[in-house]
């Protein structure tokens, strides 16, 4: 049963309940590009200057935050643009 999930009531009888709640917020949270080519270069340096950090220099496991960057110049967007309606795309 996808997207359905039950449970047992007080009596013993079986509930269902649905996720349409969570379809319709999947629904409104589109991943349309929101970082430019720019910001994009800017965040896979930084990404990789981080992850150094891991194999050479002070070799600190902090450095494999750059995966962070890195993944969001590989994808193009950026959730945190997304929640404040933030966009460095050029406009069309």
Request: glycine residues 12%.
């Amino acid at each position: 049963m996808l997207g359905r999930a039950s449970i047992h009531a007080p009596a013993g009888r079986r509930q269902r309940l649905s996720f349409a709640g969570a379809q319709q917020v999947r629904e409104d949270i589109h991943m349309t590009r929101n970082v430019g080519s720019i910001d994009r270069a800017f965040r896979a340096i930084v990404g990789v200057g981080l992850i150094s950090l891991v194999f050479v220099g002070p070799q600190t496991p902090w450095g494999w935050l750059g995966l962070i960057p890195l993944a969001t110049a590989v994808v193009g967007w950026c959730p945190p643009y997304a929640l404040f309606g933030l966009s460095t795309c050029r406009k069309d």
